[in-house]
């Protein structure tokens, strides 16, 4: 790519990286490692900031342990199919981070592997249960992207929670949404003591109940491979399991904004492990170091893989935006397509560009992602240099 000729010699200024993933072609990181590479080439004497964030699904952990200079840890757990695999989570200080696709997604998982009637979050919860070993008093856990509909019951398994059966007998560890009819009794007295003092908090980016027309099973069941008649079944399961937990008094109700989520893991953690489930965005905002990146920036810019009508209704771009402009910055959205009207996406950003070069197949553009996200950056930059020129930017 050929280097942009700057209009004008700039005094240096701080520029702010702060994009999401772009699905199915480069984490949140390499998005902005590309939009500042070709700013540079335009403006290299700029200090370049770049902030990868997300919304509790993929790339959540990354993002954060980026940004806190945490580190990784391993441990041995199970994948969705309880098959043996290695997954990772990560501290930063006394904060733990850790997504539950990391052992318990549906990136774990084949197209024809997909099985919401046995997949399990048993492995999340093992991956959790290592986290808890270590010196760490609050736990950031994104629950995007899961395989699941167990209602989070396979996570309570591994964290220490016992089911038995109409006879008395123990429920052997890692059910999955299609067995919770089985369950009549929980135990969960070994749960408490081991969160005890920890705060939990839950990067969600659904507000989904756990039952009805827009509750777990009915919604996302389909996306994780089941039929109608197994979206059925597990709603029945579900309903089940709610009861269950209310019945023991463990759960209020099963109607709160997230639970839903992760095929019901959110309503296990909120209920069973007292979780704070807060919006994804929010929290990784606010965990990130991006408000402090923020002051006296001269622009900050994000980026997505799509925008439409749901950007401007609180995806991640839209929060950056809304903290970009109460801290008096303007902002900027680089997005692998726009499409349909407005929907509010002008209002909330001082420009929005689709990095596409020109007509392609959805394969050609995945694969150009990088070129045309150097592209655009440099793009930008020679843009943001002509403002200077005419004063029009803040």
Same mark, same amino acid.
Do not use: Y
């Given at each position: 790519?050929?280097?942009?000729?700057?209009?004008?010699?700039?005094?240096?200024?701080?520029?702010?990286?702060?994009?999401?993933?772009?699905?199915?072609?480069?984490?949140?990181?390499?998005?902005?490692?590309?939009?500042?590479?070709?700013?540079?080439?335009?403006?290299?004497?700029?200090?370049?900031?770049?902030? /990868?964030?997300?919304?509790?699904?993929?790339?959540?952990? !990354?993002?954060?342990?980026?940004?806190?200079?945490?580190?990784?840890?391993?441990?041995?757990?199970?994948?969705?199919?309880?098959?043996?695999? *290695?997954?990772?989570?990560?501290?930063?200080? &006394?904060?733990?981070?850790?997504?539950?696709?990391?052992? *318990?997604?549906?990136?774990?998982?084949?197209?024809?592997?997909?099985?919401?009637?046995?997949?399990?979050?048993?492995? %999340?919860?093992?991956?959790?249960?290592?986290? +808890?070993?270590? /010196?760490?008093?609050?736990?950031?856990?994104?629950?995007?992207?899961?395989?699941?509909?167990?209602?989070?019951?396979?996570?309570?398994?591994?964290?220490?929670?016992?089911?038995?059966?109409?006879?008395?007998?123990?429920?052997?560890?890692?059910?999955?949404?299609?067995?919770?009819?089985?369950? !009549?009794?929980?135990?969960?007295?070994?749960?408490? &003591?081991?969160?005890?003092?920890?705060?939990?908090?839950?990067?969600?980016?659904?507000?989904?109940?756990?039952?009805?027309?827009?509750?777990?099973?009915?919604?996302?069941?389909?996306?994780?491979? !089941?039929?109608?008649?197994?979206?059925?079944?597990?709603?029945?399961?579900?309903?089940?399991?709610?009861?269950?937990?209310?019945?023991?008094?463990?759960?209020?109700? %099963?109607?709160?904004?997230?639970?839903?989520?992760?095929?019901?893991?959110?309503?296990?953690?909120?209920?069973?492990?007292?979780?704070?489930?807060?919006?994804?965005?929010?929290?990784?905002?606010?965990?990130?170091? +991006?408000?402090?990146?923020? #002051?006296?920036?001269?622009?900050?810019?994000?980026?997505?893989?799509?925008?439409?009508?749901?950007?401007?209704?609180?995806?991640?771009?839209?929060?950056?935006?809304? %903290?970009?402009?109460?801290?008096?910055?303007?902002?900027?959205?680089?997005?692998?397509?726009?499409?349909?009207?407005?929907?509010?996406?002008?209002?909330?950003?001082?420009?929005?560009?689709?990095?596409?070069?020109?007509?392609?197949?959805?394969?050609? !553009?995945?694969?150009?992602? #990088?070129?045309?996200?150097? #592209?655009?950056?440099?793009?930008?930059?020679?843009?943001?240099?002509?403002?200077?020129?005419?004063?029009?930017?803040?």
């Amino acid at each position: 790519m050929p280097p942009c000729r700057p209009i004008i010699d700039a005094m240096k200024r701080k520029i702010v990286f702060a994009p999401d993933s772009f699905k199915n072609a480069l984490r949140a990181g390499e998005v902005g490692t590309a939009l500042a590479e070709g700013w540079r080439s335009c403006r290299p004497g700029d200090e370049l900031v770049i902030c /990868p964030l997300a919304d509790g699904g993929e790339g959540t952990a !990354a993002a954060l342990v980026a940004a806190r200079n945490g580190r990784w840890h391993r441990a041995m757990a199970h994948d969705p199919l309880m098959r043996p695999i *290695s997954g990772a989570f990560g501290t930063a200080g &006394s904060l733990g981070i850790l997504e539950m696709a990391e052992a *318990s997604g549906l990136e774990r998982l084949k197209p024809d592997e997909l099985d919401p009637q046995r997949a399990t979050t048993f492995g %999340a919860g093992e991956l959790l249960f290592a986290l +808890l070993e270590l /010196p760490v008093s609050e736990i950031v856990l994104g629950i995007g992207g899961s395989a699941t509909v167990d209602g989070g019951a396979g996570m309570l398994q591994a964290l220490g929670a016992e089911f038995f059966d109409a006879r008395g007998d123990r429920i052997a560890p890692g059910i999955g949404g299609g067995e919770l009819q089985r369950i !009549a009794a929980v135990d969960l007295s070994a749960i408490t &003591s081991r969160l005890a003092g920890r705060k939990l908090r839950v990067a969600c980016d659904v507000d989904n109940p756990l039952l009805g027309v827009r509750g777990a099973a009915q919604v996302f069941g389909p996306q994780k491979g !089941a039929s109608p008649e197994v979206v059925a079944v597990l709603e029945k399961n579900l309903s089940h399991w709610s009861q269950l937990l209310i019945s023991a008094g463990i759960a209020d109700d %099963a109607c709160h904004p997230g639970d839903g989520a992760a095929g019901g893991l959110g309503f296990a953690l909120r209920t069973a492990l007292g979780a704070e489930i807060t919006s994804g965005a929010k929290l990784v905002i606010g965990c990130s170091g +991006l408000l402090e990146a923020m #002051r006296n920036a001269a622009l900050v810019v994000t980026g997505e893989g799509r925008t439409d009508g749901q950007t401007a209704g609180g995806k991640l771009c839209a929060e950056v935006a809304k %903290a970009a402009a109460a801290a008096g910055v303007p902002v900027a959205l680089c997005s692998g397509a726009i499409v349909g009207g407005d929907d509010g996406v002008r209002q909330l950003f001082n420009a929005a560009i689709s990095i596409a070069s020109g007509p392609s197949s959805l394969e050609e !553009a995945i694969a150009a992602t #990088r070129i045309n996200l150097r #592209r655009t950056g440099a793009a930008l930059a020679g843009i943001f240099s002509a403002g200077e020129t005419d004063g029009s930017t803040r």
